[in-house]
């Protein structure tokens, strides 16, 4: 089956502005989650989409935001983008939400702010 | 957040076994102990998991201590392939815990 697909996988953008990011889970799964990563601070978590309701937030500032639409596929803005908004951004997505789902990930978009 | 903690790196010989340790000393009864790896230029892949008892599947093993405060992910013959990347988490249910947070994990490097 087809696994979690990420578009795009590379995009640079200009200081101050914003950008949309594209992720389809494998069919079925309900579950979506985005996460940053970046050689400083890691992979650190930034939200959770289930039936197109947010259900988990890390601590990121109010400038990235997602939505999660009815066919499960999700979109994650960042706003007014800093130079520190550099990093892979990954997406996975899990059948449901138990504890004892496996998450799949994608390959990740890889955005840089110049 | 519950936290876990694992050496920054090993090294291994080809076609040997590995055995990567985490500590987990504050897990409460109901989380789950995850291992998922990353290999290098890929997202993350889930590797196994499990709660009281250990766990066997085609890519590993995982052997959790009696009290659970530590957990071993056993590579029975480690590739060339298995080079990455492994962080164990812990996975709970109900608020900040539900998530896959993410430590350091360890960097294991496999020599032919």
């Known amino acids: 089956k087809a696994g979690v697909t990420q578009t795009p996988r590379y995009l640079i953008k200009t200081r101050g502005q914003q950008v949309t990011l594209s992720c389809s889970p494998i069919?079925?799964?309900?579950?979506v989650s985005w996460y940053q990563q970046t050689p400083g601070q890691g992979l650190q978590f930034l939200f959770e989409?289930?039936?197109?309701?947010?259900?988990n937030k890390g601590n990121f500032p109010g400038r990235f935001s997602g939505r999660q639409f009815s066919n499960s596929r999700s979109e994650m803005n960042v706003s007014t983008l800093e130079l520190g908004d550099s990093a892979l951004y990954l997406c996975a997505s899990s059948l449901g939400q138990a504890v004892y789902t496996e998450a799949f990930f994608g390959q990740g978009t890889r955005l840089t702010v110049v | 957040d519950a936290k876990t903690t694992q050496p920054n790196s090993m090294e291994s010989n080809e076609e040997e076994p590995v055995h990567l340790p985490c500590n987990h000393s504050t897990i409460s009864g109901t989380d789950y102990i995850h291992w998922y790896r990353q290999l290098p230029s890929q997202g993350p892949e889930y590797v196994i998991h499990g709660l009281t008892s250990n766990v066997n599947n085609r890519m590993a093993s995982l052997a959790i201590a009696e009290d659970r405060k530590s957990s071993t992910l056993i590579l029975h013959r480690a590739t060339l392939r298995d080079a990455a990347v492994y962080y164990c988490?812990?996975?709970?249910?109900?608020?900040?815990?539900?998530?896959?947070?993410f430590g350091k994990g360890t960097l294991l490097t496999v020599n032919p």
């Open positions: 989409y289930f039936s197109e309701t947010q259900r």
């Open positions: 069919s079925g799964h309900r579950s």
């Open positions: 988490i812990l996975r709970g249910s109900g608020g900040s815990n539900y998530k896959l947070t």
